[in-house]
Nanobody, 125 residues
């Protein structure tokens, strides 16, 4: 069983920045692809970003491209999401997740096996 703990969410004004972190208990963290997803009230969960095990492949949703940056530190079993130029429409609960296929930069949430509890990001206008 893999446990994921997100942190770094909060309330920020439009145009501001936040950095989310997701720490994993997985001993083989460096073998997995890690992803970030988000879910706003009344909406379906949507893909935000993903990074493969050695950071060889990175993908972003079009809505965040150029504003968000995903990265990982395998020595710390942690994945990050740097969010800049935040907009009110970025308001959501953000989840990190594990894709056991470390070579896949998949965007489909069904490809992800383990999920964190989520962290709330609220962007005020």
């Amino acid at each position: 069983q893999v446990q994921l703990v997100e942190s770094g969410g909060g309330l920020v004004q439009a145009g501001g920045s936040l950095r989310l972190s997701c720490a994993s208990t997985a001993r083989t963290f460096s073998s997995y692809t890690m992803g970030w997803f988000r879910q706003a009230p009344g909406k379906e969960r949507e893909f935000v970003a993903t990074i493969t095990r050695r950071s060889a492949l990175i993908a972003y949703a079009d809505s965040v491209k150029g504003r968000f940056t995903i990265s990982r530190d395998n020595a710390k079993n942690t994945v990050y999401l740097q969010m800049n130029s935040l907009k009110p429409e970025d308001t959501a609960v953000y989840y990190c997740a594990v894709n056991l296929d470390g070579a896949s930069a998949g965007k489909d949430y069904t490809q992800y096996r383990y999920w964190g509890q989520g962290t709330q990001v609220t962007v005020s206008s």
